[in-house]
């Protein structure tokens, strides 16, 4: 079965998602997504003039073989550019191999290991009280699981907090924002969020928190150690991870379970936090490291150190990467959680999609393939708009972390 097209549909319904569709000359077609947010356009050009040209008349059944020829092939490894492209490639081979059998694709990996995936929604608001309503209307769709953010006081912009409640984006389209951080005021201010929410719902939802990396290690040691009253699912990227080792001293000090590695790429970025067991979920994902093919590789080192899978699925992650990730979630034997942000319908209908949200889970449907397509007649009424994430700046004017 060749490869005979390689397309990479950029399209801006509401926010950029690139995408990638590989035609075969048996009549199948995979999808993938590529979308990579603030640098979508270096990946439409790293597919369509580095890896297109060498993929067309190759067999799309051979995926390990087409996934080390890319990445060992390329000699330059790595980076999220690089990775992002494979993962594309990697998840429209494995939707073109899943339709090819005729069976979803959890079914290749291995078959389902639990009944649905569960799934954690992002809770937001400008203050403790409005988070708390939040919360509480997430219960009542049936989450089981919200993640918790808060508007800090004399900050006028804080990480996670939307005006739209439902479908927070941050990626603006203009040059990029400049938000104002203090880390002494956030301290200060997130136990008693965490205070309330216990007091209000109790001791069962999973309740999450996303530090976004902000905090030096011993800061987040503080943090964790102020929210273990709280039980937390987990405290999510507390601190930046280039430095793996920095996880120590945060681990040292508390058992409020960590997690990170969103932005992570590659095995590599997370080696040492999993072999030294420095923390409790590994946040990499299909569209961001690589695909199915190397993913499944981290989640199986993972597992080795007690380490459970918590994949990214923020909206600027596309429907075709929610329904690859959700079939490797159904498989992945250290499962922990998946993320699940809604995405408007504008996006919802351009990606027409099999999974549905029931009590807290995602199932998705029975038929070939990852189960998510791209129209592209309505794909083409959106055309990319330049975007950007925005960047942080501490009160005297020194750049920080987003
Ligand atoms: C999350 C993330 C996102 C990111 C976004 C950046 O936990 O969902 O932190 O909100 O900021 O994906 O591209
Ligand atoms: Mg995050």
Redesign the pocket.
């Known amino acids: 079965m060749k490869i005979i097209d390689a397309k990479v549909i950029v399209s801006c319904p509401g926010r950029n998602f690139v995408t990638l569709k590989l035609l075969t000359d048996a009549g199948l077609y995979g999808i993938g997504d590529a979308t990579l ?2 640098r979508e356009l270096a990946v439409v050009s790293y597919l369509q003039d580095h890896v297109a040209p060498c993929l067309i008349g190759r067999d799309a059944q051979q995926i390990e073989d087409i996934w080390q020829y890319l990445y060992r092939g390329a000699y330059w490894r790595k980076g999220p550019v690089t990775m992002t492209a494979i993962a594309a490639v990697d998840t429209a081979l494995w939707d073109i191999k899943a339709k090819a059998a005729g069976m979803p694709l959890y079914q290749l990996l291995g078959g389902k290991s639990r009944r649905g995936v569960m799934v954690y929604g ?1 809770a937001n608001g400008e203050d403790i009280e409005q988070t708390v309503e939040q919360v509480g209307n997430y219960i009542d769709m049936g989450y089981k699981a919200i ?1 918790a953010q808060c508007g800090v006081p004399d900050l006028p912009s804080t ?2 907090v939307s005006k739209d409640k439902m479908f ?1 984006e ?2 603006a389209a203009a040059l990029p924002a400049e938000n104002l951080w203090s880390t002494e005021k956030y301290l200060n201010h997130i136990p008693s969020l965490f205070e309330k929410l216990r007091q209000t719902f109790g001791p069962e939802p999973h309740l999450l928190h ?1 530090a ?1 990396h902000r905090l030096t290690p011993i800061e987040a040691a503080r943090l964790g150690k102020a929210l273990e009253p709280y039980c937390l699912f987990w405290l ?2 507390a601190v930046t991870a280039e430095n793996q080792a920095g996880f120590r001293i945060v681990r040292q000090h508390t058992t409020t379970p960590l997690a990170v590695g ?1 932005v992570f790429s590659t095995v590599w970025d997370c080696k040492q936090l999993l072999e030294e067991q420095l923390i409790d979920y590994i ?1 990499a994902t299909v569209v961001h490291a690589g695909g199915i093919t190397h993913l499944r590789r981290i989640a199986d080192l993972a597992s080795l150190h007690h380490v459970r899978t918590g994949c ?6 596309s429907p075709v990467s929610m329904g690859a990730a959700l079939h490797f979630d159904l498989w992945v034997p250290n499962f922990g959680i998946q ?1 699940y ?1 809604r995405h408007t319908q504008m996006t919802d209908e351009v990606f027409p999609h099999n999974y549905t949200f029931k009590d807290g889970y995602l199932h998705v449907g029975e038929e070939p393939g990852h189960g998510v397509d791209i129209d592209e007649k309505l794909a083409a009424k959106y055309p990319y708009q330049r975007a950007y ?1 925005p960047v942080n700046r501490l009160h005297d004017g020194t750049l920080y972390n ?1």
């Open positions: 947010n603030g992002h993640r990480y996670g927070y941050p990626a996303d976004h999510e990227d969103e946040r990214h699925g923020a909206t600027d992650l993320e942000m994430l987003w």
